[in-house]
């Protein structure tokens, strides 16, 4: 059974600290991941991709990939209260599937 | 349209009616996705769509669940006979590029409640 894995949360940060959100996943053979995040009640948009390893940054966020660890994360520096949502981790299995974590619960407190 | 549309947004069904749910996903996409989601759980996914074209449907739980794209634009997802499990979001997603190194973009989904 190919998984991904997440950390349920919920993950409380303090306005403008650095959250860290984390993600495993079982199928050594998935080239491609993402990071998208979901607020409550609305559907998931895209944060992030990333399909090599090492770091890839945009604006306040960087993804992080360590295939050999089969371990993905995203960064979210100068964390604002509207960056509160659940942020999905998902994995290729397949050209047409995609896996996806459970999602973390992130809440930025003022 | 500018995004992916669903509808109907909520649907209350009675267990044994039958249910169908529209996507219209962006003009020009290729890829369709099809997704289920439970509360507090990520999207499970349904089915896959390349045009008209139904390329892996390995996802649909039962022979219950149909789907069907037959001008490669619109989206139906119909379930026979629902069952009270069938409760979910179901999620429509499209994408530019063929299968799923593109960016997905989501519909705001079909919450259905079978009683």
């Known amino acids: 059974q190919k998984e991904v894995e997440q950390n349920s949360g919920p993950l409380s940060v303090p306005e403008g600290a650095i959250a860290s959100l984390n993600c495993t996943y079982s199928d050594r053979g998935s080239q491609s991941f993402f990071w998208y995040r979901q607020y409550s009640g609305k559907s998931p948009e895209l944060i992030m991709s990333i399909y090599s390893n090492g770091d890839k940054e945009d604006g306040r966020f960087t993804a992080q990939l360590n295939k050999a660890s089969q371990y993905v994360s995203l960064l979210i520096r100068d964390s604002q209260p509207s960056d509160s949502a659940t942020y999905l981790c998902a994995v290729n299995l397949s050209n047409y599937q995609l896996i996806w974590g459970a999602g973390t619960k992130l809440i930025i407190k003022p | 349209g500018a995004g992916v549309s669903q509808s109907p947004r909520y649907k209350v069904a009675k267990r044994g009616q039958d249910v169908a749910l529209r996507c219209d996903p962006i003009?020009?996409?290729?890829?369709l996705f099809w997704y289920q989601q439970a509360l507090g759980q990520g999207p499970e996914f349904l089915t896959y769509f390349q045009n008209e074209a139904q390329l892996d449907k390995s996802g649909l739980p039962s022979d219950r669940f149909f789907a069907e794209r037959p001008e490669g634009s619109v989206s139906t997802l119909k379930i026979q006979r629902t069952q009270q499990e069938d409760s979910a979001v179901y999620l429509c997603a499209s994408s530019f590029s063929g299968g799923v190194t593109g960016e997905l973009f989501f519909g705001e989904g079909s919450r259905l409640t079978v009683l």
């Open positions: 003009s020009g996409h290729v890829s």
